[in-house]
């Protein structure tokens, strides 16, 4: 059983930033990545932001330069800086975790989400 709990969603105004915390707990043997994703409201899920447990990041073109996603491998914790906010992001943010099982597949686990606001 993996569990990940997600932190700091709230509303901000147009140009401000927040920082999103997750921290994953449980049975973790190989981490592949940890990642975000959001969902917009009327919109599909989409990845925000990867990183694997080397440290190698991957953001999506609409959040490059604004955006920083980082983790603490100690703690299992994976976080994303938010900066420069547009109304735009405005969404559900999930937190995802893909560990390896066995060497040809992997699972995913998700947070519960948090509300991310921007207001116009």
């Known amino acids: 059983q993996v569990q990940l709990v997600e932190s700091g969603g709230g509303l901000v105004q147009p140009g401000g930033s927040l920082r999103l915390s997750c921290e994953a707990s449980g049975t973790i043997f190989s981490i592949d990545a940890m990642g975000w994703f959001r969902q917009a409201p009327g919109k599909q899920r989409e990845l925000v932001a990867t990183?694997?447990?080397?440290?190698?990041?991957n953001l999506a073109d609409s959040v490059k330069g604004r955006f920083t996603i980082s983790r603490d491998n100690a703690k299992n914790t994976v976080y994303l800086q938010m900066n420069r906010l547009k109304p735009e992001d405005t969404a559900v943010y999930y937190c995802?975790?893909?560990?390896?099982?066995?060497?040809?597949?992997?699972?995913?686990?998700w947070g519960q989400g948090t509300q991310v606001t921007v207001s116009s």
């Open positions: 990183i694997t447990s080397g440290g190698t990041t």
């Open positions: 995802s975790l893909r560990l390896w099982v066995g060497l040809l597949r992997y699972n995913n686990y």
